[in-house]
């Protein structure tokens, strides 16, 4: 018998299927949102997909085959819609769990049909390895910077767990009355932290950090969750989302691969997370330039036990000049570990219109892989992707690749189709401490395998799906984000490891 893999995926704000079609909706936070999966085969043989959703709360699982019975080539990339799952009714919120009997990697595509929105938000879909008793969410907002967050716990167990949230205030202060939720067997908790009464906090209004602990409800013993996380802007249709991270991926050193500085009308904003509920962290960003050489030093910063620390990019401790830096950086602490998120939007110094709408939100990595995934890969040719009509369905992927080495990385960057076919190699050497970049053009991937001229992962057929695998031929470790974007949009997600 063929051992089955699961993958978890919280369906971050899964809650409408075009409920508020031809409304005037200018709020991410009360807009109606959907989302597709795509996934990809990392595995060495085909293999057949099957779906469970579970609602919020409810452990019956509904059952679901995105491939119609057949089965999906290594290397391949597919998506599949929640619409088109005939048992999910409008207001399905909820969970899934994916399983294969080859490893799978997964990309959760958040949009809303409101009239005006055009962001994809996006976040991964979590290995069995990733459950933790402990879960840390870097930041957490509540109409705060005009943006609220959403967070869903995902119970991992066969059986009920009672999930707690802790609250902590920028100054590292636990807030409020912290709350406890029993959750069914694999289903999920949504927390809305705008909304008092839900998480226990005194008000509407909180900027800081949360650690969810769990445990299970039959014995005490500890119990293993996921967690995934939305920040919607409360006044307009734009977000971002992020995994949260368990304990076992708190580190003293974490990666950023990307840094900017009124580079490309974009800055970089880091949020910093002490994991520990008792001992406190003293942080140094050290940020690198495009050729690896270091550019400059931030900190130290000492951050209480469970609070965050909010860096920007354009203003060091050190006082250096950071305008139009684009890079990378590497936060070290010592004492506690940590963890840490990126995020990229229009710059304050230098805002330009092409790029207000760009929130991209990514995670810090605590080490690098010589082997990594991408299941969500697209290159939307010049007439798709300009015309005014595109609402977020043609979209342009470019990929930051940062080599933590102590010497050059040769890489490669391999460009997937929907069936597995290689579609073609873009070769890399990246200097150690610093980045490359690729994307679907620059690797010579475009109209190629039944696509549509100029286009990578859009077919003739009216058909999706591309994804990449990225190699370190010589042993460097790598870690990447990708950034898919349309004119004045942008949401990032990070490269999965490969089993």
């Avoid at 908790?189 to 705008?194: A, I, L, T």
């Avoid at 370190?472 to 990447?480: D, F, G, K, M, R």
């Amino acid at each position: 018998m063929k051992k089955t893999i699961r993958l978890l995926i919280v369906l971050a704000l899964a809650i409408s299927f075009f409920a508020n079609v031809g409304s005037a909706q200018a709020s991410a936070r009360t807009a109606s949102w959907v989302v597709s999966v795509t996934y990809q085969n990392v595995g060495t043989a085909a293999t057949h997909v099957a779906v469970d959703f579970y609602a919020e709360g409810n452990a019956s699982p509904i059952t679901f085959d995105p491939l119609g019975g057949n089965t999906i080539a290594p290397g391949a990339g597919r998506s599949f819609f929640i619409g088109s799952v005939t048992d999910l009714g409008v207001g399905f919120r909820g969970n899934a769990v994916m399983s294969a009997e080859q490893p799978l990697v997964a990309t959760v595509v958040q949009y809303s049909t409101d009239v005006g929105f055009k962001v994809r938000l996006l976040y991964n879909g979590f290995k069995t390895e990733d459950g933790s008793d402990q879960y840390l969410i870097a930041t957490t907002l509540a109409n705060t910077f005009s943006n609220t967050t959403i967070f869903s716990i995902q119970n991992i167990e066969n059986e009920a767990v009672n999930a707690t949230v802790n609250f902590y205030n920028t100054s590292g202060v636990l807030t409020g009355t912290p709350k406890t939720w029993e959750i069914p067997a694999n289903s999920s908790k949504y927390v809305e932290v705008d909304v008092p009464t839900i998480t226990g906090l005194p008000s509407s209004t909180f900027n800081g950090s949360a650690i969810v602990t769990a445990v299970k409800k039959s014995d005490s013993s500890p119990a293993n969750v996921v967690a995934a996380v939305s920040e919607l802007n409360v006044s307009s249709n734009i977000g971002g989302n992020f995994e949260g991270v368990p304990l076992s991926r708190a580190a003293n050193t974490i990666y950023l691969a990307t840094s900017l500085c009124q580079a490309f009308h974009l800055d970089t904003n880091y949020a910093v997370q002490n994991a520990s509920l008792s001992q406190s962290a003293n942080i140094t960003v050290t940020y690198y330039n495009p050729d690896g050489t270091q550019k400059t030093t931030d900190g130290p910063y000492t951050i209480n036990a469970g609070q965050k620390k909010s860096i920007r990019t354009c203003l060091p401790s050190s006082g250096a000049n950071m305008v139009g830096f684009t890079g990378s950086a590497k936060i070290v602490s010592t004492g506690a570990p940590i963890v840490a998120i990126g995020k990229a939007s229009n710059s304050l110094n230098s805002p330009s219109s092409g790029t207000a709408n760009i929130y991209t939100i990514f995670n810090g990595e605590p080490t690098g892989y010589t082997k990594l995934a991408l299941p969500f890969m697209r290159w939307a040719n010049d007439t798709d992707f300009n015309d005014p009509n595109n609402t977020g369905g043609k979209l342009r992927a470019t990929l930051a690749i940062q080599n933590l080495g102590g010497s050059t990385a040769t890489v490669d960057v391999k460009y997937y189709g929907k069936n597995g076919d290689l579609i073609n190699t873009q070769h890399l050497s990246i200097p150690a401490n610093s980045k490359g970049n690729s994307s679907a053009s620059a690797a010579n991937a475009l109209g190629q395998g039944g696509m549509l001229a100029g286009s990578f992962g859009y077919y003739t057929d009216l058909t999706f799906g591309g994804a990449v695998i990225i190699e370190s031929t010589n042993s460097q470790p790598l870690i990447a984000i990708a950034r898919l974007s349309l004119p004045g949009y942008g949401e990032d997600y990070n490269g999965v490891l490969v089993p």
